[in-house]
């Protein structure tokens, strides 16, 4: 157990609708980021926020966005569903904003699986 | 842009076998590698890293080299175990927090 929880554990919709996705960092690490892993492209990393401000932008579509809360959980908001937008979406979190020198490690939940019908 | 390509799988080895997954680079500056490991149903651990040129992660009896003259991370073990069945990743990190992953490489090990 990597101490990163995520919910909901699947999640079913249609089209063109609109659903929030949350996760809560393990205790003491500032910073979340978020994943998308689909069949045909891989883990894709979306974004990081660092003690409540975005800090790091990957390939996240304008459809998407994300926050962070005062008490560090974060949410991942995707609207105007399609079908493609079907994946597995992981959130790491790390204590602090440098995860990517390797200096300290990114710790992964379990994933959200999205289903658009 | 920096990328990461690794070995296409799926991999199926016998208990006991040597391990050998390939992982290759791209980047424009001096990246951070890692290896994660994903077991059935769970998120992403990491496995192994190393920050710098010659720098040797090493981790469960896994081990990757820092090649900065063939652009390369392999992943190795000397001894795969039944409970090493898994999907392997290979990333780098530009040191800006941006994460490239590699396509995963899938691993079974039989009895």
């Known amino acids: 157990d990597s101490g990163v929880t995520q919910t909901p554990k699947h999640l079913i919709t249609a089209t063109g609708q609109r659903v929030t996705l949350r996760c809560s960092p393990r205790?003491?690490?500032?910073?979340v980021y978020w994943y998308q892993q689909s069949l045909d492209q891989g883990l894709q990393f979306l974004i990081q926020?660092?003690?409540?401000?975005?800090?790091a932008k990957g390939n996240i579509l304008e459809r998407f966005s994300a926050q962070q809360f005062p008490d560090l959980h974060s949410e991942l908001n995707l609207s105007s569903l399609e079908l493609g937008d079907s994946a597995l979406y992981f959130c790491?979190?790390?204590?602090?904003?440098?995860?990517?020198?390797?200096?300290?490690?990114?710790?992964f939940g379990p994933g959200t699986r999205l289903t658009v019908l | 842009g920096d990328s990461v390509t690794q070995m296409e799988g799926p991999v199926t080895l016998s208990e006991e076998a040597f391990l050998t997954i390939n992982c290759t680079y791209t980047?424009?500056?001096?990246?951070?590698l890692f290896w994660y490991v994903q077991y059935p149903g769970e998120g992403l651990q990491l496995l192994l890293k190393?920050?710098?040129?010659?720098d040797k992660g090493s981790n469960k009896g896994f081990e990757a080299t820092y090649r900065k003259e063939t652009t390369s991370f392999h992943l190795e073990k000397g001894s795969v175990q039944v409970s090493d069945s898994a999907v392997y990743f290979c990333?780098?990190?530009?040191?800006?927090?941006?994460?490239?992953f590699g396509t995963g490489t899938s691993l079974t090990v039989i009895p």
């Open positions: 926020y660092y003690n409540g401000e975005e800090r």
């Open positions: 205790s003491g690490d500032l910073s």
């Open positions: 790491a979190s790390s204590p602090t904003a440098f995860s990517g020198s390797g200096t300290d490690t990114q710790y």
């Open positions: 980047a424009t500056g001096y990246p951070s």
């Open positions: 190393a920050t710098k040129a010659d």
């Open positions: 990333a780098l990190s530009d040191r800006g927090n941006q994460f490239y």
